[in-house]
């Protein structure tokens, strides 16, 4: 440092001030100053059309100054103190300038931009007005912190405050959140991105998220079964061709062919479907779900960060020999469509199907006829739907609704229960068309061994207990969220040459599955022989009849 510099620096004023003043003092910079943005977002979109939404807004105003309180009761610790306060204090004013400035959200894919970021872009950022935002909200109050005294009390008395400030700010949290919790996470689920504007948590959780999943990324992928073979087709056969249908949120409770009272599967009642009644899901978020279905191992070891690098279902599938296609409607396939080719069907823009960012899932029946005509080896198309994602009035046309009154928002907890239960049947009404649609596309290719699969990720919760949406931890997830739908569609070519008994397989429809079964029984109805397959979970292998392979 200049000795100038040093010199004026020794001449600012170094006041004293108290421990437990400091950090009121820092909660309200942190929490009021530095989170200008978020307070931004909360006035524009919170709207306070009654007292229930002003205790809302009361409420945020607590447990954000409750919230840091408690971060600053930890970090000011009389060696630490500073060291900790002044860097954040320092990040916190470029983040809250390039926030309120440039409207920026900071989430992982950002900080993966600031690390990309060549010096020639980043020093576009360095603008006059941001320096001076810098110098006045960032350097001066870290040299005015860096200059004050901080007085400590005797450890036990400051032990014992700093409990009451934890204790005090505990009591506030949970009166509001029983008055208001509703409002809150009704208010949360719409606006979910605020999040990345909470100053400091934003950008600590980004850069830990960012360096763990550039770790991850890091690790060599795992092949475990580099020979996978295909039996030899029949002579003169035909290609294997399955339409594995991945549903989306879809609960077995809500599909009639399950027992429930409403006919919600007026088309599929109608097909010589197989439903199992007895499907347990892998997870209770498509996160986990989603890859475990692909995967070899059980739920009970299953790791997601494992299964991102190492050989799943679809890439034995591709190494064995067969062409695979994922279509793509639910946003993204959580990395288990990495290395086959995929097709994202929000970005066909199809206007019949498709609006600003998503499609009904009708949008994979255009055209799937021309795919199947198209054709000419072992083939297996996932088909990735939105099924029941919730915001459930958005995931089926006009005429699909049949059960009325219907949920027409995002906050379903200001529906009667009634109505979103509606809603939701609706959006299994609609998937009952896109399913069965799908099995009347393949029956237009009778020389094809084809099959129609159907199993959903996980279920949902409509106000059971007062539980709604999912994603509960698997051990205390209700039934509504872990109990889904599964059935199978064949074609006579596939029963007659793949060897199936139907009425076995019908004969185990109330036989205890799970999501690990999947993974063992594609391996034996697509006959690909693998070191991984363990015959005992392929639900098919006790109805093929003598001579199948
Ligand atoms: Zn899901």
């Not at 060696?79 to 900790?84: F, G, V, Y």
């Not at 032990?159 to 009704?186: C, M, P």
């Not at 699909?400 to 979103?420: G, H, L, N, S």
């Not at 237009?444 to 061994?449: A, D, G, L, V, Y």
Request: aromatic share 12%.
């Amino acid at each position: 440092m200049p000795a100038f510099l040093k010199r004026s620096i020794a001449r600012l004023p170094s006041p004293t001030i108290k421990s437990q003043w400091l950090i009121v003092v820092l909660t309200l910079y942190f929490g009021f100053v530095l989170n200008l943005s978020y307070w931004r977002f909360i006035a524009v979109h919170l709207e306070i059309d009654g007292g229930w939404m002003a205790l809302l807004a009361v409420w945020l105003v607590v447990v954000n100054g409750v919230l840091f309180g408690w971060s600053f009761c930890l970090a000011v610790i009389k060696p630490i103190a500073k060291w900790l306060i002044i860097p954040f204090l320092l990040i916190s004013s470029v983040t809250n300038y390039l926030m309120w400035n440039l409207g920026v959200f900071i989430n992982p894919d950002m900080i993966r931009n600031v690390f990309q970021t060549n010096v020639h872009e980043a020093t576009g950022f360095i603008t006059p007005s941001g320096c001076l935002w810098f110098f006045v909200s960032g350097i001066m109050p870290a040299v005015l912190l860096a200059r004050t005294r901080i007085q400590y009390q005797p450890f036990t008395r400051e032990l014992l405050s700093r409990l009451l400030y934890i204790g005090v700010g505990l009591i506030l949290v949970a009166g509001f959140a029983a008055i208001s919790y509703k409002e809150y996470r009704a208010f949360a689920r719409e606006h979910s991105e605020k999040r990345q504007l909470v100053n400091t948590l934003n950008y600590v959780s980004s850069i830990t998220r960012y360096i763990l999943e550039s770790w991850e990324a890091r690790r060599p992928f795992v092949w475990l079964d580099r020979n996978p073979t295909r039996l030899a087709p029949h002579p003169g056969g035909h290609p294997t061709v399955l339409i594995f249908i991945l549903g989306e949120t879809a609960r077995a409770a809500n599909f009639s062919l399950q027992g429930y009272e409403r006919n919600t599967n007026p088309r599929l009642s109608k097909e010589d479907i197989v439903y199992f009644k007895n499907m347990t899901s892998c997870g209770t978020d498509t996160g986990v779900s989603l890859p475990c279905i692909f995967s070899n191992r059980d739920r009970q070891d299953f790791n997601v960060n494992d299964a991102k690098v190492t050989q799943n279902l679809l890439d034995l599938l591709a190494t064995s020999g067969h062409a695979i296609l994922w279509q793509e409607n639910d946003g993204h396939c959580n990395d288990v469509c990495n290395r086959v080719p995929t097709e994202d069907m929000v970005t066909t823009g199809n206007p019949k199907y498709c609006h600003d960012w998503y499609c009904y899932d009708a949008v994979f029946l255009d055209g799937l006829e021309d795919k199947l005509r198209a054709i000419r080896q072992d083939t297996l198309i996932v088909l990735h739907t939105m099924g029941s994602h919730e915001s459930y009035y958005q995931r089926y046309p006009e005429e699909f609704k049949k059960f009325t009154p219907t949920c027409d928002t995002a906050d379903i907890m200001y529906c009667p229960r009634e109505a979103v239960v509606n809603t939701y049947d609706n959006t299994i009404l609609y998937t009952d068309y896109i399913v069965s649609s799908a099995i009347n596309i393949a029956k237009k290719f009778p020389n094809f061994e084809i099959g129609v699969m159907y199993v959903s990720d996980h279920g949902e919760s409509l106000g059971e207990h007062n539980v709604y949406f999912h994603a509960l931890p698997y051990t205390i997830a209700p039934a509504e969220q872990t109990h889904v739908p599964f059935l199978l569609w064949m074609s006579e070519t596939m029963k007659r040459d793949g060897r199936i008994d139907y009425d076995c397989l019908r004969g185990k429809t109330d036989q205890a599955f799970s999501h690990d079964n999947i993974f063992h029984s594609l391996l034996g109805l697509l006959k690909v022989q693998s070191s991984l397959y363990q015959p005992e979970k392929d639900i098919f292998r006790t109805c093929r009849m003598k001579g199948a392979e």
